[in-house]
């Protein structure tokens, strides 16, 4: 029997709550598709600060970097307002990014058939099965630049600088190549290349890479119209392909398309097998025990895991396939619906696991 090993971060907030349905449910994946998990805990951002000091002790790194895949939760709260630039909790999850070279955040956005109407978006304009994948560059860029504060003339400033390498470019852009190859063969790359010279690189290389790719169509957009298209047009969208801000910004803009941010979830990549696997909604520290977080996006996540990761497709689908059941059948608080019962955490868990 086929066994992996899984590094799980559980984090702060509803972290420890929707993982735990997560790992309940690959769980039941395993018993049913004949391979085992094992899972091991360490500590990320404001518990590890609270256990160690630090936002990522090295215990946790080494954890993860022997583990098959990691499971993480969400970080940060006002808890830890008070700490440090340097020592803040969401420093723990650009740290563990970082340390794992997971470069390739992979952010798909998708409407359930259950979900139409819970979705902002007019029926016709998100249509049937709308899916689209946004690939996030996640280690460079200006979340990773030089930054600092200074003064001049009597005027405090600040700055953050945003700065990408051809290789760093073209690794990302190869990913969102071969995830459109797969999928529809359409890419989108996003850009501010009337403005920035960091995105006039990363254009020319996509120009220059989709030689390699001739199944592919390529268009370009820049980041303020593709903003705009994702709520005019999404249906024109396969894959996106961008830098690490504008694909933060634009995969919680895409969160919509599904109807509640409690349902995205997201994978991690490097260039192994490994990877991280996270729900992309944070730590909602305000709900954290009150049974109202919805831990869908995580048990997506866990999906993820085993489709990218651990060669289980098979076992992905059933996961994905019971989380579309359990919709059908109940509801958590933020995507409640007349006629069917709303949930809590534990309980919407226990129903997906039940239905794989």
């Avoid at 992979?106 to 259950?114: M, N, S």
């Avoid at 200006?142 to 600088?161: K, L, S, W």
């Amino acid at each position: 029997m086929q066994s992996y090993e899984i590094a799980v971060l559980k984090g702060d907030g509803i972290g420890p709550e929707i993982v735990e349905q997560a790992m309940a449910v690959l769980k039941k994946a395993g018993e049913k598709f004949g391979f085992t998990i094992h899972f091991q805990e360490a500590l990320l951002g404001g518990a590890a600060i609270d256990a160690t000091g630090v936002p990522l002790p090295q215990e946790t790194i080494d954890i993860c970097k022997a583990a098959d895949s990691t499971l993480l939760g969400a970080v940060g709260g006002p808890k830890w307002d008070s700490q440090p630039s340097h020592n803040r909790p969401e420093k723990g999850l650009l740290g563990i990014r970082a340390a794992l070279g997971l470069f390739a955040n992979l952010r798909p956005a998708l409407i359930f058939p259950e979900l139409r109407a819970a979705s902002p978006l007019k029926e016709d304009i998100i249509g049937d099965n709308l899916d689209i994948l946004i690939v996030r560059e996640l280690t460079g860029g200006i979340y990773f630049g030089e930054r600092g504060r200074g003064e001049e003339n009597g005027v405090p400033y600040a700055y953050d600088t945003e700065k990408y390498s051809v290789p760093e470019i073209e690794r990302i852009v190869r990913v969102a190549f071969e995830m459109a190859q797969k999928r529809h063969h359409r890419l989108c790359s996003v850009d501010k290349a009337n403005v920035l010279e960091s995105s006039r690189l990363w254009r020319e290389t996509v120009e220059r890479l989709k030689a390699d790719y001739p199944d592919v169509e390529v268009s370009h957009l820049y980041v303020d119209n593709c903003a705009m298209q994702l709520v005019r047009n999404p249906k024109q969208f396969d894959v996106i392909v961008t830098s690490n801000m504008f694909g933060d910004i634009l995969s919680d803009e895409a969160s919509m398309i599904s109807g509640s941010i409690g349902m995205l979830a997201s994978a991690s990549l490097s260039s192994g097998k490994a990877g991280l696997y996270e729900p992309i909604h944070g730590s909602a520290p305000d709900i954290a025990g009150t049974g109202k977080a919805n831990p869908l996006a995580t048990i997506l996540s866990a999906a993820m895991m085993l489709r990218y990761s651990l060669d289980q497709p098979a076992a992905a689908d059933a996961i994905e396939a019971a989380v579309s059941k359990a919709l059908s059948q109940a509801r958590t608080a933020d995507i409640q619906a007349p006629g069917l019962p709303v949930l809590p955490c534990k309980e919407m868990g226990a129903l997906v696991a039940s239905l794989v």
